[in-house]
C-alpha cells in the first residue's frame, strides 16, 4: 500500500464523509427513510470523490473518452457495491442492534472506506 497516497485518499475521504453525513442527516430530518437518505447522501458522495480522487488522490488524467468512459464506470460501480455494503451494516445495527438511524451511519463508515480505497487503486484507476 502507497501510504502517501492512502493519506490523500484518507483526507478526501473525511471531506466526502462530511458531505455524506451531512446530506444523510438533512434527508433523514425531512423526514424519509434511512434508505433514501443513504442514497441521497451516497449520489452526492459519488460525484464529490470522483473529482476529488481522480485529480488530487491518484492524479489520474486519462484523456481518451474510451478510457474515461470505462473509468467513470468503474467508479460508480464501487460505488455501488459501497452503496450495498453501506445499507447493509446501517439495516443490522437498526433492526438488529436497535441503534437509531442516524448513528447507525457512523458504522458503515469505515467499512466504505475500505471497500472504496481497494476498488478505486485496484480497479479504476489503476494504471
Not at 71 to 78: C, L, R
Not at 122 to 127: A, G, H, I, Q, S
Request: aromatic share 18%; no cysteine; charged share 10%.
Amino acid at each position: 500500500m502507497d501510504i502517501r497516497q492512502f493519506i490523500k485518499f484518507s483526507l478526501v475521504g473525511v471531506v466526502n464523509t462530511v458531505v455524506f453525513y451531512a446530506v444523510y442527516l438533512v434527508v433523514l430530518w425531512l423526514g424519509f427513510s434511512f434508505i433514501v437518505a443513504a442514497t441521497a447522501g451516497t449520489v452526492v458522495g459519488i460525484v464529490n470523490s470522483y473529482v476529488l480522487n481522480k485529480l488530487f488522490t491518484f492524479r489520474n488524467n486519462k484523456k481518451a473518452h474510451g478510457k474515461a468512459l470505462g473509468e467513470k464506470i468503474k467508479f460508480v460501480a464501487v460505488y455501488v457495491v459501497q452503496y450495498f455494503v453501506n445499507i447493509a451494516v446501517i439495516s443490522v445495527f437498526v433492526n438488529i442492534f436497535g441503534v437509531s438511524a442516524e448513528l447507525a451511519g457512523l458504522p458503515a463508515i469505515g467499512v466504505a472506506v475500505l471497500v472504496s480505497y481497494f476498488g478505486h487503486k485496484y480497479w479504476t484507476f489503476r494504471e
